[in-house]
């Protein structure tokens, strides 16, 4: 089992040779190579660097053999730019794991067109994101208050493929990083301070400005307004859109920009997609699951993403207060509508009372979904004093719409807003305008 550090040396390696192959290295026999991955031993003196080849048995041959030429090229140029006591002997071998995984996306290819394609083509978008942020220009990233998994999933990889690029890229939110997600790697770039000069402003996986709390205007400073989300009610308006509502995560539109830029996918950068894909997707069990959200899931596994140590660091590491608050909303639990709604409510008491904190909340919607016969699901969180963050979720209505009437926004079955007033006021209001919902469906 490889140490931290041998981890930690691991990425940076195959990072930096990735990069040094693709702008360092002129031999007409080097193919188009991919380094999946690297690893090295104990005393650090000796790296195997795992290597896949676009192309048949012949081209995989005459790129190994120019790596070998290239290998002292690339060793002195790592030593030029990695701090290491020593600079460890670079033993490149041929992935073999490239060739099965090419058969298998053959068989995919085949029932392509069988899968549901989207209405739109997002490649324009792509290609002129991926030109801006290779200008290299100062730039900051932006995700909405009480970050998930998606919001940090995807801020966290492109910060770290901009890094591979030679830019460091901060990444902005008005809430401190939850503790359930303290596993993701590079979290140190994520911030609560506005950096004093930037001229891009990459918004991901906010519906719209207010979700961005404190700082809904701020990405309004920098020259270029970049907007990429995969919630139905965002109506856009940035000078870059990048808006897909089919999407199952802001992660999958994350990553063909990340390959747009020409940054190789890291281990880091997979675990960190692979969290945004499987936290929006409910771990693959939601209804925006589709075969190609199983199929890029897969992908990011192949590429490092540890699925169990994922889902484990997410849903299986609870605080006790988490659990005091989770019992606190269960006690509350109630229904209306004949029971086709089912709520609960968390006061600032029940936080006082159990030593939670806002972050404690997530997953709690989750236990009203399992109430047998209920419609929809509708869970009241204190914030401060009269405000009340409301979670909705439904398989039968569409609640984006319903939070939209309230300010907010989402996704058809997953949508949230936040009302102003007491909580007897702001329960009534939400049930009577879920209840007119369900009516006129029937």
Not at 401 to 418: E, L, N, R, S
Request: glycine share 6%.
């Amino acid at each position: 089992m490889p140490t931290r550090r041998q981890l930690r040396v691991n990425n940076l390696l195959q990072e930096e040779i990735s990069q040094i192959i693709r702008t360092d290295i002129r031999d007409p026999d080097l193919g188009f190579v991919t380094i999946t991955g690297v690893e090295i031993t104990g005393d650090l003196r000796q790296a195997h660097v795992h290597v896949s080849v676009l192309g048949d048995e012949e081209e995989a041959h005459n790129t190994m053999a120019a790596l070998v030429r290239a290998r002292s090229a690339i060793r002195s140029e790592l030593g030029n730019r990695l701090r290491l006591k020593y600079v460890p002997q670079l033993v490149f071998e041929l992935d073999e794991t490239a060739q099965h995984a090419q058969r298998i996306e053959t068989l995919v290819s085949k029932f392509e067109n069988e899968l549901p394609q989207t209405d739109h083509d997002f490649a324009p978008a792509v290609a002129q994101i991926a030109q801006l942020l290779t200008q290299q220009r100062p730039t900051a990233i932006f995700i909405h208050c009480h970050p998930d998994g998606d919001a940090l999933g995807s801020g966290l990889a492109l910060s770290l493929a901009l890094q591979q690029r030679g830019q460091f890229v901060p990444m902005v939110c008005a809430d401190p990083l939850p503790s359930r997600y303290q596993f993701l790697p590079a979290t140190d770039r994520l911030t609560t301070q506005v950096p004093a000069d930037f001229e891009v402003a990459v918004v991901l996986d906010a519906a719209d400005r207010r979700q961005l709390g404190p700082f809904a205007e701020t990405p309004d400073q920098a020259q270029t307004v970049v907007w990429i989300d995969h919630h139905r009610t965002n109506q856009g308006g940035a000078d870059i859109d990048y808006l897909d509502p089919s999407a199952p995560a802001t992660a999958w539109l994350v990553r063909p920009i990340i390959e747009a830029i020409g940054a190789a996918i890291t281990t880091d950068m997979a675990t960190c997609l692979y969290t945004g894909l499987a936290t929006d997707t409910g771990f693959f069990t939601f209804d925006n699951t589709t075969a190609q959200a199983l199929y890029a899931g897969a992908q990011l596994i192949r590429e490092g993403a540890n699925p169990h140590g994922i889902a484990q660091a997410v849903n299986k590491q609870h605080k006790l207060s988490a659990l005091h608050l989770q019992g606190q909303a269960l006690t509350s639990l109630d229904s209306a509508a004949d029971g086709r709604i089912v709520y609960a409510q968390l006061t600032p008491g029940d936080f006082d009372a159990t030593g939670a904190e806002s972050e404690d909340t997530e997953g709690i919607i989750d236990l009203l979904k399992t109430v047998a016969d209920s419609e929809v699901q509708v869970l009241f969180k204190a914030t401060t004093h009269n405000c009340w963050r409301i979670s909705l979720r439904s398989s039968l209505i569409d609640v984006a719409a319903i939070a939209q009437k309230f300010g907010g926004g989402g996704h058809i079955a997953a949508a949230g807003c936040t009302i102003t007033g007491s909580l007897p006021e702001v329960r009534a209001c939400m049930l009577e305008t879920i209840t007119s919902a369900l009516d006129e469906r029937q």
